[in-house]
Every structure is written in C-alpha cells, then in structure tokens.
C-alpha cells in the first residue's frame, strides 16, 4: 500500500507522555507534509529533488494540486489547536494518531487513483495540452491499485470518524459522529458498486470510454456523500456542528476534498460527458441555493459554517459540470478556465474554513457556546480568534487578493463570456444568477457572524471558561493561513497559466 511506511508514525502519540503527545504530532505531521510538497513540487514543476528515494510516490499534475492544499491547510490548524482539559491520555493519544492517519491516507487515496499505467488526460485548451492534469489510472477491478484505494478509503472515513468522535464527551455529539460514520460507509458501498459495475471484463479502474451512466451514477454518490454535494448533504450540518471546529476544519481540508477529487476524476472517464455534465451542473445550482439559504436561517457559527461548505461545493461542482460541458461542445478555452475556477475555489475554500473552523472550536473552548444570538464583544477577549475569523470571512467572501477572489473572478468571466455562446447562453445566465446570490449570501452571513460574535457588546453574561492561545504556535498558524490564503493562491495561478 502507498504510504504505508508513513503510518508507523501513527504510534507515536501513543508511547509520549501527555505533554508531548501534540508537540510529537505536530513535529511529524511538519515531516510529512514537507515531504508531500516535495513531491507535489516536483510532479508540478519538474523538479528532481530527492528523485530517487520519492519515485515510490505515484502524483499526477492534478492530484499533485489537492496535495498542496492538504498540505497548507493541515499544519496550520494543528498549530492553532490547543487540547481540551476534559480529554485524558488514552483519548489525546488516539486523536493525535487519527490526524496522522487522516493525512496519510488521503494523499494515499490519490496516489492509489493516480498510480495505474495509462495515459495522462484532463481539460486543456487543446486535445494535446488534455495530457497535463488528470491520470487515467488503468488496472484490473481486483488490482493492488483498487486495493490501495479501499484501504485508504476506509483509513480515512475511520480516522475522521475518531475525530468527530473525541471532540467531546456529550452524548449528542457522538450520536453525529455515528450519522458520519454511517453515511460514509453508505457512499463506500456506492463506491465498491460503481467498481464493480464497470465490470472486470474491461480490465479498468476507470478508463474514457470504459464507463457508462450507471457506473457514473454510482460513483457520484458515493463521492457525493464524501464531499456533502446535495442531496447527500443530510450529515454535514449536524456533523460539523458538533465536532467543534477541530474536526471539521481537518476534515474540510482533506477528505471533503477527496468526494471533489473523485467527482472530477469519473466525471471525465464517462461515456456521455455531455449528459453527466448537465447532471452536475443542476446538482452544483440547486446545492449552491440551498446552502445559501440555509446560511441565513442558521444562528450558530458552526451552522453558517456547515451551510457554507454546501454551498461552495455546489459552486465547485458547477465549475466543474461547466468545464466538462464546454469541453464536450469544443469550447476548449471555457473548458480550461472553468475548471482552473473549480480547483481554486477548492483551494481558498479550504484554506478559509481552516481559519473559520479553528476560530470556532477557541470560541467554543472558552465560551462554551457558539450561538450567535447569545455573544458580543469576544474581540476584547479573543483578539487573535477574532482576527483569524476576519481573515477566514475576507477570503470566503471573496475579497480581493484573497483565493476566493479570483476563483469567482474567473468564474464570472467565464460565465459572461459564454452568454454569446449559444451552447451556453442558458447555463451561463443561470450560473450569473447563482453565483451572484451566493456571494451576496456569503458576505451577508459571514458579516453578521463577525459583528454579532466578535464586535459590539455582549448580549447576555459570558461565563469565560478558558482564555485563548497567544503563543508561537497560534501566530505562526494564522501568518501561514494568511500567507497560503493570498500568495500561496496566486502561486497556484501561476503554476496553472
């Protein structure tokens, strides 16, 4: 299995006492996600270093991009996470070894799809340039590839699962991580269905031309449930919800990104692009509503939060429904830069909810509640929270120099281009009115979080329970989400163009 060495680290929260547990992890998570940019580094820009002992690590270009945005989402929030004084060591020591785990195994989820032999294909602006992104992994359905993929798979819903798990000792919270544990092995099994539909006869993971509707159907399910695409999204509020904040800003950053990854993937390897296309435009539309929506009805952090993600993902997946339209109808150019909007706003969407989540999780540490109604004034207790917050709501809401920005930017400017194109004058005005909703959602409901939580005065008596990090760690946590939210995504603009 991909990566399986890496997991002997898993250990080490276990054998340190209590005190060191978080600083071991965090020292082997900075290992590893160091070596992990090495390697995307070097799939993406054709560098050699460390070619010998990294040629194990099987990336492509595309994938290679969801690894940079693990990578500069993960350390962060272990810098800025303190741990609870109600947890005990044998918790502390599973939790620390979940993250690790979680890490692990969904960059070996991509190397495990990104690791057969074949051709190398994805959206270009030309057939030839279609060769630089997405791999078209090629394999027999009971391969060591498909193998790799199911035990990542399942590593990375279990570790997940203990992270929502030991965020705390009250009884509802474990009840939604149960839902969450549930739901991914119900998009598993859609998974396992999607293999095993496409049929060993054709001796494919997943090959163009290889897959027809069914098998598509079934994949997208399964992803769809992963990455809380409506109408699979029943688990995410009342998951994220209750994890506080921890949990969910891991877990927006990594296996949320993999239900993304996994549409994309599947999406292109399909017999009839045009017809799954316009499926994943309709489903990215009416997801992107309803989270918007559903944002304005909720008054705690984490539900605007939760609310948020959905809408985004419908966001993400229209771009990516739009990209692979255009493609089918030889609009190679519309293609390419919608699906470079896609990716961005994968990126800034998880570098946003990792300040917004981990800002949260100190709010519910040390007010015990994150009900907006009921605080006020936390910026004079929580000042560094409360910038971390600022920064989360500026980028989410796509404020300029922030990722967020230009992926919209992109979008718009593609949506307005395709107007005059008959193909997609109709999709292009629907997608200006949505995305438009949903950025007016976004501002508005994020600003009334940061003024109603953060600014003015307390509403009601706040029993502080705890005070917030102000050390090293926390610091350089919010500078390197502030730095990846900004330049680390023109970065990413440059490496595309």
Known sequence: MNNLYLLIFAIVPFILPTRGKRIATVVVVCLITLFYTIVALNELCGLTIGAN??????LTPFSS?????LCATFLPILFIFRDSPTQLPPQLSLFYSSVIVLLVSVVGVMCSISGGQGEVAAIGQTQTEISQIVAVPVANVLSTGVWNFIINWELMGLSSFALLMLGSQRREYLHSAVLYFIAMHVGFVFILSGFMSVGSSTALIFGKGSMGLLPWLLFIVGFGLKSALFPFHFWLPRTYGSSLGVGAALMACSSTNMGVFGIITVTYYTQNVELVSLIL???????TIYGAFMMIKSNTLSGVLSYSSIENVGLIVFGIGLSFYAKSQGLNEVALLAIIAAVLKCFSHSISKASLFSATATVVRVVGDDTISNLGGLWRKLPFTASLFTMGSMSLSSVPLFGSFIAEFLLFFVLFKSIAI???????????IVVALAAASTIFNLTKSLGLTFLGHSRQQIDYQGVESRGFGTILGIAMLVTFASVGCWALVYLFF
């Open 422 to 432: 008959v193909e997609l004058s109709i999709i292009a005005v629907l997608g200006i």
């Open 65 to 69: 991009i969801f690894v940079l945005i």
């Open 281 to 287: 435009i309709a489903l990215g539309l009416v997801s």
């Open 53 to 58: 002992w990294l040629s194990s690590m099987t």
